[in-house]
């Protein structure tokens, strides 16, 4: 295809973990000069994320333009029925032991993108280079794309069993693993307290743009969300001006504020927010009674049930040997605190239970039809919530019984690990579920409270692409197909 060029440039930042309250602070305060002035000069709103509401699902969500239901990834861990092991992209370093420290950096590296993430959903850096157009993403850790990169430590890959490349976006840069210019970009794990990976972006981001080297560009920022994990949502105003300094340099290389503005346009989100959590439950313990897969040593064949539970969420699977029914297994959680929402299909019909209370509900002509306690997901505490949880339910890869968090709690991770005195997020709650989103430049502007679904088909149009048919597919229609 003949090389093109984009109706307008595209840059999308994404802050990992920003909640709409810590990012207004900074405004306030003055502590976010860069994000102020796209404030400023754009449209500010409050969007919607997907469920779980984790960051592999979510980056995915943001890559695909589409819920689980579609793009396959169910949670930050989770059960893989057909190679009959626990998946664990790296709830903590503990929880990665459990299931093999290599296994599980194989698979978020290499597998999530490469096999996990569905064959049939199309992610925005395929579609932007099926067009003829330029796609670069920085840390991207959902990068699926068409072009071939050579891992950059082929000692380290042979030694971990690795493998030699990825297919990324045209130009593609990962946490020094796979770079596809040499920018001499320092290393981008060296300390993540202090902000290294979003330095890391920052000096690949000048470049980049100082080259003008890409028609659309996925800027991933992770180190807000590990400080707020460690300090709770509502402290981290540092980490988050750290975060806007490398949105500056983007700007810088430009030549200012405004200049970037003239060459592309720009958005800025959130994957997901982050709520105070206080109180740890293990999920496990509800099922101890039953015999429960915990890690790679034991026989799926002789366990009742896998529980992968990370964050605010948690997923219970129900394996072949299992004697109990799946409603079975979700009414145990009804009197466990830690459970708020619990999860199930029913028929054709998905089940809400909180406190042993029920709703009922499947896509109905546009809308949805409920039974039940409507009340049980009140939008204002859970928003999109029929929605979200009907796709993560349809999503193949998903538990038969999800749990969302109460309020306050975590769940333990596979390593007995959580972050109990500081933030967390994964629940359907409004807490860790409501993102913002900032987006200028653009001739047209999002709706008035956005699903994190829509961000890839407003880029792509924005970059005259045409959008995939995966993308942006409402319930209804996941309905209709399971
Ligand atoms: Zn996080």
Redesign the pocket.
């Given at each position: 295809m003949p090389p093109r060029r984009a109706a307008k440039k595209v840059v999308l930042v994404v802050i990992?973990?920003l909640t709409p309250g810590m990012l207004e602070r900074g405004i306030e305060e003055g502590r976010v000069p860069a994000l102020s002035h796209l404030v400023d000069q754009g449209s500010y709103r409050r969007g919607v994320t997907t469920f779980p509401s984790?960051?592999p699902v979510c980056l995915t969500t943001i890559a695909t333009g589409a819920h689980p239901d579609v793009h396959h990834i169910p949670h930050l861990s989770w059960y893989h029925r057909g190679e009959r092991r626990i998946i664990e992209y790296g709830s903590s370093f503990h929880a990665m032991r459990a299931v093999g420290a290599r296994q599980a950096v194989r698979d978020a590296v290499f597998n999530m993108s490469h096999s996990h993430v569905s064959s049939r959903a199309t992610t925005v850096f395929e579609a932007v280079e099926d067009a003829g157009l330029v796609p670069a993403a920085i840390n991207f850790t959902c990068y699926r794309g068409r072009t071939r990169h050579p891992i950059r430590l082929p000692e380290l890959a042979t030694r971990n069993r690795w493998f030699e490349a990825a297919y990324g976006p045209k130009r593609f840069f990962f946490f020094n693993l796979f770079e596809s210019d040499p920018t001499g970009a320092p290393l981008a794990v060296r300390s993540r307290v202090e902000g290294s990976t979003d330095a890391y972006a920052g000096y690949v981001g000048r470049w980049l743009v100082t080259r003008d080297g890409f028609d659309f560009l996925v800027f991933y920022l992770p180190d807000f969300?590990y400080a707020s994990?460690l300090a709770g949502p509502a402290s981290p105003l540092d980490a988050l001006s750290r975060a806007d300094a490398s949105v500056g340099q983007l700007m810088e290389a430009a030549g200012g504020p405004d200049e970037l503005l003239e060459r592309y346009a720009v958005i800025v989100c959130a994957d997901h927010g982050q709520t105070h959590v206080d109180k740890v439950a293990s999920l496990q313990e509800s099922f101890s009674d039953l015999r429960v897969l915990r890690g790679r040593r034991e026989d799926p064949d002789a366990s009742d049930v896998a529980i992968t539970a990370s964050?605010r969420s948690g997923m219970v699977y129900r394996l072949p040997a299992c004697g109990a029914s799946t409603r079975e297994l979700a009414q145990r959680l009804d009197g466990e605190p830690a459970a708020d929402v619990v999860l199930f299909r029913e028929g054709p019909l998905a089940v809400a239970r909180r406190r042993g209370q029920e709703l009922r509900f499947a896509p109905e002509d546009g809308g949805w039809g409920t039974e039940g306690e409507r009340g049980l997901l009140e939008d204002s505490v859970y928003p999109d919530a029929l929605e979200r949880a009907w796709c993560a339910l349809a999503c193949p890869n998903a538990g038969e019984v999800i749990v969302s968090a109460a309020d306050g709690y975590e769940l333990a991770d596979l390593g007995g690990r959580h972050h109990s005195g500081g933030g967390s997020?994964g629940s359907l709650q409004v807490g860790d579920s409501v993102v913002p989103i900032i987006a200028a430049g653009f001739g047209e502007e999002l709706g008035e409270c956005p699903s994190l679904t829509e961000l890839a088909p407003f880029v792509l149009s924005a970059l005259g692409v045409e959008v995939p048919d995966s993308m942006a597919r409402r319930a209804e229609t996941a309905g209709a197909r399971v």
């Open positions: 990992d973990g984790v960051t969300d994990h964050n997020h």
